[in-house]
């Protein structure tokens, strides 16, 4: 059974930083992209970043220089990583990961989804 299970969030105040994990599991994810989210209360989910199987990355005008991701490909568990500093309240959202492939950038269609972390920053 794939999992895709995000860890990390949680209440950080404006200026700080946290490092957001998610954990993939249940197949081998060779080959496959590992992309980003985010979704705050009554707004649509959002790209945020996305890396290939060999590095190349991709992110959002809106965290760019703030936030970076990262990944590590073992066989059995592949886990990638969002380090995020410099917060804005603006960034308080549900973040999810999700794993698809071919790479496409921004437009990388996913197949499996996490279900989320909060991360809440306050002002």
């Known amino acids: 059974q794939v999992q895709l299970v995000e860890s990390g969030g949680g209440l950080v105040q404006a200026g700080g930083s946290l490092r957001l994990s998610c954990a993939a599991s249940?197949?081998?994810?060779?080959?496959?992209?590992m992309g980003w989210f985010r979704q705050a209360p009554g707004k649509e989910r959002e790209f945020v970043a996305v890396?290939?199987?060999?590095?190349?990355?991709?992110?959002s005008d809106s965290v760019k220089g703030r936030f970076t991701i990262s990944r590590s490909n073992a066989n059995v568990r592949n886990t990638t990583f969002l380090q995020m500093n410099r917060l804005k309240p603006e960034d308080t959202a549900v973040y999810s990961c999700?794993?698809?492939?071919?790479?496409?950038?921004?437009?990388?269609?996913?197949?499996?989804w996490g279900r989320g972390t909060q991360v809440t920053v306050s002002s």
């Open positions: 249940g197949r081998t994810f060779s080959g496959y992209a």
């Open positions: 999700a794993a698809g492939r071919p790479y496409a950038g921004p437009s990388t269609l996913y197949q499996y």
């Open positions: 890396i290939s199987w060999s590095g190349s990355t991709s992110y």
